[in-house]
């Protein structure tokens, strides 16, 4: 049922939900968390739907907070708020207002969002799109214990993850990074199989799509190593290479949808990893409302510090000696899983496994002299 | 739940990074009478949704044995088919294909030799192919005299041996024997082959959302536990009814019964889990402690005859449809003393419950199916109101509703609205369709991950099933020395006796 309201208050709203319910026969719903949803005419319909699938997983009163644009200095003095009450099976499984503040109003949006939250339940803001510079800090940000940005929604993405970590607070998180659990949790499964020191990882994915820069810092930032990004065409995340020292695992999805996980030594095998909906990250956003602390520790690991050897090696250093000394290691590496498959064969090792391991090594050698000028170049521009 | 098991090793492992879901390993699942029921509806399902969740590892394989002539090609129809069916998440075509990949078939027979060497290829091709470095579990969805075939069998083609580091479970589902003596040799049977800590026991109730959360309800709130106990309650009654009768399956049923089919381990379970202690913390051998402690503390009514009753279904109407009684259905012996209703009286003897009594009842072809645990509290020691103002009120309870609807109920008086003083029972709910998803794991899903993961909290172990037929046993020698089951119409709440029972004790069931 659908209750719509002109030039109104927040306590008219508060009523018309209290007589949705009643009209539909539900007083009392098992609510536990409400979301809002601050966005722009334009992006209202996308996330309020992917909203209501998400409530059927976490039933919710969602309210969707529209700021209209002021065209005129009239528009601008004058102020007013519009409300839809949505209560039952329009509103997926909760209860939904969709509230458009006109001129002064919409400067002061908690004003009529603050009355209209759940009683003793937590807050989630959600910015689609536009999120603030500081979301903490933001007036609605402040009513929330979690705060859901959107990078890959923003004109610079790289750039806003810099100011994301800048402004981090505990509560923060960004649909970027839930985007990469998939990734993530099938690259911490590949390793369960192995028992393997990772040397240096790369992450491939289109540009500007800042998941990638976050899965690198993520992989940066637990293994310490060397973490390169390069670019793809997409769609999204493309691949991941590993270098470990018993030969390279690679995760690559050319697709969007069905990856090949390729570890040495081990058959190849094709895992799921769909790129999501909307819905479905906002379900696992709000399954936990606790702080990502992993996700704080990523965003601090800083952006600057891909594809720069970790500080561990030998920083400041000539570009040119750091191709050497990257080289020597792989070559020292395809030594290790030369000797390695030399070993009397405890584990069925045989020369043709020990010739295969060298040739990772010394591609690797010359692709790591071949990318440092590049590197340089770059550096350079 | 049980602390995550990070491998020290894997340092993209992390126990804050709660995102990341508890992935099985590299293994493989090997399920015995994969053309039944069970397989089709819940396993093959579970396996589907657990792999669309991402719970399973790369290289999964799943493996069926049964008699038919089917080639892998028709087996993985069957799944596929079996999938979309009964699969709760939505089909998605590169999960399929992640699956298909891992899926064969092994033809043959239980005592066909060639056919378990074929078996063992097929293991062998698989860690090769599909990477699942010899993890294998067995699940055993077969009738209960194949038990031991099917045990034996594995342990001569050096199936059940874990060489380096690998593991062999055995997964084996209800019944646990039919009374102490045969639980112990199927016991031995199985211990012989698969290590205590590798033999999975399936209650499939235990993997359930709502009986999962009686912990949680009991031991993470403060207003739960201090009335939990016999200064409170008065007395708790745990039901789980069922509107069908026994179906086709007459054969497995008849000289069975309902008490041996749902008390010796569902509602057993229930009442532990209802009853037991804090234990010291969540794992698997804390919570056996305090289960296995509460199962040994409970105590038999002294005059048997006066506090059970067993019973059967007679003809009548259920749910609109005209249903024959028990001793009318095909393939049942007529004189058969098979109970299908079975409603008993246990003590506690400690601390915590002495003189309360636990009220079990189970029975088909009641009024609808239902599973729940309701603790009844006493009255008010003294009420200021006259008695005309709380005539219509009852005892406070709280229901844990397992299924359907799950969720829990609080029971408790109000005033009515009006000018006179007078009292109601309302009730207070919480539902888990409102408040979470309405997409909660199946519990096979849980319990086959639980399995992979090697984690044992949801799964009865040796001790606890003997301890439940000690309980049972001399309920059943009794039922088979006196007298004959009563009758009670189709689609009732069960026979008069029972209701006599209660009455007795000044109590009466609820009507769940």
């Known amino acids: 049922m659908k209750i719509d309201l002109t030039d109104t208050t927040a306590s008219k709203v508060n009523k018309a939900l209290v007589q949705g319910r009643r009209a539909i026969g539900t007083p009392a719903v098992g609510m536990v968390l409400t979301l809002v949803i601050v966005t722009d005419e334009e992006n209202a319909y996308d996330a309020l739907r992917a909203a209501n699938d998400a409530s059927h997983e976490h039933p919710s009163r969602t309210l969707v907070v529209i700021k209209r644009v002021s065209r005129s200095p009239r528009d601008r003095t004058q102020s007013r708020l519009d409300a839809e009450v949505r209560v039952g099976a329009d509103a997926g499984s909760g209860e939904t207002v969709v509230l458009r503040l006109y001129g002064e109003v919409s400067d002061h949006a908690q004003s009529v969002v603050l009355p209209l939250l759940l009683p003793d339940a937590p807050v989630v803001v959600w910015w689609p799109v536009n999120a603030p510079l500081d979301p903490a800090n933001d007036p609605l940000g402040a009513l929330a214990q979690r705060r859901v940005t959107d990078t890959y929604a923003s004109e610079q993405p790289v750039r806003e993850l810099s100011a994301r970590a800048d402004t981090y607070t505990p509560g923060d998180t960004d649909l970027s990074w839930t985007r990469i659990t998939p990734w993530r949790s099938m690259l911490a499964a590949a390793l369960d199989q192995v028992v393997c020191e990772v040397k240096a990882v790369e992450v491939e994915g289109e540009e500007f799509n800042p998941s990638c820069e976050l899965l690198a810092m993520w992989l940066a930032d637990r293994l310490d190593v060397p973490v390169k990004r390069s670019l793809s065409s997409g769609p999204g995340l493309t691949a991941v290479r590993m270098d470990t020292d018993c030969g390279p695992i690679v995760l690559d999805r050319a697709d969007g949808s069905l990856a090949t996980l390729s570890i040495q030594g081990q058959p190849d095998r094709a895992v799921a990893l769909k790129r999501r909906e909307t819905a479905e990250l906002i379900a696992e956003e709000l ?95 | 739940m049980p602390p995550f098991t990070v491998t020290e090793a894997n340092p993209l492992r992390d126990a804050a990074d709660r995102r990341l879901p508890r992935i099985a390993g590299p293994s493989g699942l090997v399920i015995f009478g994969v053309t039944g029921d069970l397989s089709r509806k819940k396993l093959m399902p579970a396996v589907y949704d657990l792999a669309n969740r991402g719970l399973l590892p790369p290289g999964f394989s799943l493996v069926g044995f049964a008699r038919r002539e089917w080639a892998h090609e028709d087996f993985a129809q ?116 698969f290590a205590p800590d590798q033999v999975f026991r399936i209650d499939h109730y235990l993997g359930k ?45 008849d000289g069975i019964g309902a008490a041996r089919d749902v008390i010796q381990n569902h509602l057993l379970q229930l009442m532990a889990l209802t009853a037991m202690e804090e234990p010291a913390s969540f794992d698997a051998d804390a919570l056996a402690a305090e289960k296995t402690k509460v199962l040994g503390a409970v105590r038999l009514p002294k005059d048997l005859g006066r506090d059970t009753v067993f019973a059967q279904y007679a003809a009548g109407w259920q749910g609109g449809e005209k249903a024959v009684g028990y001793l009318q259905e095909e393939g049942t012996d007529p004189r058969s003393k098979t109970d299908t209703y079975a409603a008993i009286k246990l003590g506690i003897d400690n601390r915590r419950w002495a003189g309360v009594p636990f009220y079990l009842r189970t029975g088909k072809r009641l009024g609808r199916r239902v599973t729940e645990i309701a603790v009844v509290f006493q009255r008010a020691p003294h009420s200021p109101f006259d008695t005309t103002a ?123």
Not at chain 2, 223 to 252: C, K, L
């Open chain 2, 209 to 253: 959302e709502t009986v999962q959360n009686i912990l949680a309800l009991r031991f993470a709130n403060t207003m739960f536990e201090p009335i939990w106990n016999r200064s409170f309650v008065d007395h708790v009654q745990i039901t789980m009814a069922e509107d069908i009768g026994i179906g086709g399956r007459a054969g497995y049923y």
């Open chain 2, 390 to 512: 709380t005539e219509e009120l009852g005892q406070n309870a709280i229901v844990i509703r397992v299924q359907p609807d799950e969720g829990v109920t609080v029971r408790f008086g109000s005033k009515v609205p009006g000018t006179s003083m007078e009292i109601r029972d309302v009730s207070m709910d919480f539902a888990y369709g409102e408040s979470f998803t309405e997409s909660s794991p199946e519990a096979y899903e849980r319990l086959i991950l639980d399995v992979l993961l090697g984690d044992s909290n949801l799964f009865p172990r040796t001790e606890e099933v003997e301890l439940s037929w000690k309980i049972l046993d001399p309920i059943e020698e009794y039922w088979d020395q006196h007298g004959r089951p009563a009758q009670y119409p189709s689609g009732t709440w069960g026979p008069v006796e029972a209701d006599e029972m209660l009455k007795r004790d000044g109590r009466s069931w609820r009507r769940p």
């Open chain 2, 78 to 193: 069957e799944v596929h088919d079996a999938v979309k069916e009964h699969a709760r998440t939505p089909f998605r075509e590169e999960v399929w294909h992640q699956l298909i990949q891992g899926m064969r078939f092994v033809q043959g027979t239980f005592d066909d030799d060639d056919a378990f060497e074929r078996l063992r290829g097929t293991i062998e091709e698989l860690d090769k192919a599909q990477g699942t470095g010899g993890n294998f579990a067995f699940y055993l969805s077969v009738p209960p005299r194949s038990f031991p075939v099917v045990i034996q069998q594995l342990k001569k083609h050096g199936l059940a041996d874990q060489t380096g580091g690998s593991w062999r479970r055995a997964v084996i589902e209800k019944p646990f024997g039919h009374d102490l003596n045969s639980a112990e040799q199927l016991n031995k049977v199985v211990h012989e082959v």
């Open chain 1, 287 to 381: 399954r936990r409302l606790d702080p990502d602390d992993t996700y704080a520790s990523v965003l601090r690991f800083g952006v600057e510090r891909l594809n720069s050897v970790p500080a561990s090696a030998v920083r400041g250093a000539e570009a040119a000696e750091a191709a050497v000394a990257k080289a020597v290691q792989a070559v020292a590496l395809a030594e290790a899983a030369v000797a390695k498959a030399e070993v009397p064969p405890a584990k069925g090792a045989s020369p043709a496994k020990g010739e295969a391991a060298e040739t990772p090594g010394e591609a690797d050698a010359q692709e790591a002299a071949a990318q440092e000028p590049m590197k340089k170049a770059a550096a350079n521009s």
